[in-house]
């Protein structure tokens, strides 16, 4: 952290600035220019930088290494591949999820997977337990919903992406899916997070509504923290003023995390956008951003979807994708 003091500190001041650094636990290296004074606070572990840019004489503070570690590039400068039987995430094969929102009867899994199936899906999406915005509406079938994901995803040699909503269910999670996911509103839910950094299972973390991309790589932090490396980033639309699409799906963020982090990041232009039309040019623009995959939804028959219908690609539609992608993607240097 770079503490850059008024043009008339004081001497006093600046002396303030350093002990109080010190008593902290850093280094205080003071650089005085001609008009400026600059100090620099190296080798501590924690300060509360508004408790410094309270003293007087001090004009602003420049943060320089970032809060999280483990889930940083400095601290791991390879990619993160993360392995998951003969699917891999974050390497050169892009990861394609797909399936409905919700898991509304095994027929409905079972005829959307029987499509997905014909154009090369591994990873099957779909939710049991529903982050619903009202109370009355669908709310998922619960552990019922989450034995017709896993009986269907065998049946076709798919693995199970689903969203675990609290803590009480991981252990139901880690009996039938294989990527436990966190939903938007639950990226802070710190608790959850914990616990799931003492599974062994891979966790996609989606973007919360309104999180910035320091917050949600500390999220990540969070399940590493607890031991489990697994840690795959999604980027599902944030808040926005705009009100054209259900959220501004922030392409953007695939480069800046690229940058920051090692850990792969998947796009759902599903939830980006809220609307169909909208998914194919999204995924496309994703992909050719440096995604490391999407995720996807798919109904066999969107009309008579439970939930996100509106957002949700007919297979014929997820098919056409996929060709495009074939061709997007060797630019990239990626394979599909
Ligand atoms: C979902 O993927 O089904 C979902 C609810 O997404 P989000 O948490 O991004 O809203
Ligand atoms: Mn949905």
């Known amino acids: 952290m770079l503490i850059v003091m008024e043009p008339n500190a004081t001497e006093a001041q600046i002396q303030r600035v350093a002990d109080f650094i010190e008593s902290k636990g850093f280094d205080a290296h003071i650089s005085k220019g001609e008009i400026q004074t600059v100090i620099g606070a190296v080798g501590g572990k924690t300060i509360d930088s508004r408790d410094i840019e309270l003293i007087d004489g001090v004009l602003k503070i420049i943060k320089i290494s970032s809060s999280y570690k483990l889930a940083s590039r400095v601290f791991k400068p390879q990619n993160t591949v993360i392995k998951i039987k003969d699917v891999s995430i974050g390497g050169e094969e892009l990861a394609m999820i797909a399936g409905p929102c919700t898991i509304e009867s095994y027929e409905q899994m079972e005829l959307t997977a029987s499509e997905l199936q014909k154009?090369?899906?591994?990873?099957?999406?779909?939710?049991?337990?529903?982050?619903?915005?009202?109370?009355?509406?669908?709310?998922?079938?619960?552990?019922?919903?989450?034995?017709?994901?896993?009986?269907?995803?065998?049946?076709?040699?798919?693995?199970?992406?689903?969203e675990v909503m609290e803590i009480s269910q991981i252990p139901m999670f880690l009996e039938y899916a294989d990527i436990l996911q966190v939903g938007a509103r639950n990226m802070q839910n710190f608790n959850l997070l914990k616990e799931l950094g003492y599974t062994n299972k891979p966790v996609i973390i989606k973007r919360g509504l309104s999180a910035m991309i320091e917050e949600w790589i500390m999220s990540a932090e969070y399940v590493m923290a607890g031991g489990n490396r697994d840690v795959i980033l999604c980027e599902r639309g944030i808040r926005t003023f705009e009100t054209a699409t259900r959220n501004t799906l922030d392409i953007s963020a695939i480069p800046v995390v690229k940058k920051l982090s090692h850990l792969p990041i998947i796009v759902d232009p599903s939830h980006g956008t809220g609307l169909r039309d909208k998914v194919a040019p999204m995924s496309r623009a994703a992909v050719a951003a440096g995604a490391d995959g999407l995720i996807l939804e798919v109904h066999y028959e969107p009309d008579k979807a439970l939930c996100d219908g509106a957002q949700s690609l007919y297979p014929n539609q997820y098919a056409d994708l996929v060709k495009d992608l074939k061709i997007i993607a060797p630019v990239v240097g990626k394979k599909i």
Do not use: H, N, W
Not at 143 to 156: M, P
């Open 119 to 162: 154009s090369g899906v591994k990873l099957i999406r779909g939710g049991a337990f529903k982050p619903r915005t009202s109370p009355y509406s669908f709310q998922g079938l619960g552990e019922e919903g989450l034995k017709i994901i896993r009986e269907v995803a065998d049946k076709y040699g798919m693995l199970v992406v689903s």
